[in-house]
């Protein structure tokens, strides 16, 4: 499987952005997709992730009511979005995007064995 992240930037407390991540080389069907991100000095920790039908979806406590995960594609190549709404500083870290062969997520970053380059969110006034 491979993970292609974007859509990162700068953005001012309160503004959104909507992350891409671009999966191919294996059939959607066959795989689900987490969303972490990792700020300087800290851990990587989960933020979102959605089964491999789309049925099922999780977010992080911190994140819940602001962030949304949804995806769309042809199952050749398929895209999974971070949407993110009501930015806080905290939110600011290196966010990646995660794919795991199972049909259920994990919100532990150790299940997930491949993964895109990250890209950078950057919350400050």
């Known amino acids: 499987v491979q993970l292609q992240a974007s859509g990162g930037g700068q953005v001012q407390p309160g503004g959104s952005l909507r992350l891409s991540c671009v999966t191919s080389g294996r059939p959607f069907g066959t795989f689900a997709v987490g969303w972490f991100r990792q700020a300087p000095g800290q851990e990587r920790e989960f933020v979102a992730a959605?089964?491999?039908?789309?049925?099922?979806?999780?977010?992080a406590d911190s994140v819940k009511g602001r962030f949304a995960i949804t995806m769309s594609g042809d199952n050749a190549k398929n895209t999974v979005y971070l949407q993110m709404n009501s930015l806080k500083p905290d939110d600011t870290a290196v966010y990646y995007c995660?794919?795991?062969?199972?049909?259920?997520?994990?919100?532990?970053?150790?299940?997930?064995?491949?993964w895109g380059q990250g890209t950078q969110v950057t919350v400050s006034s």
């Open positions: 959605i089964t491999w039908d789309g049925g099922n979806t999780h977010s």
């Open positions: 995660a794919a795991r062969l199972s049909t259920y997520y994990s919100i532990r970053p150790r299940d997930y064995g491949y």
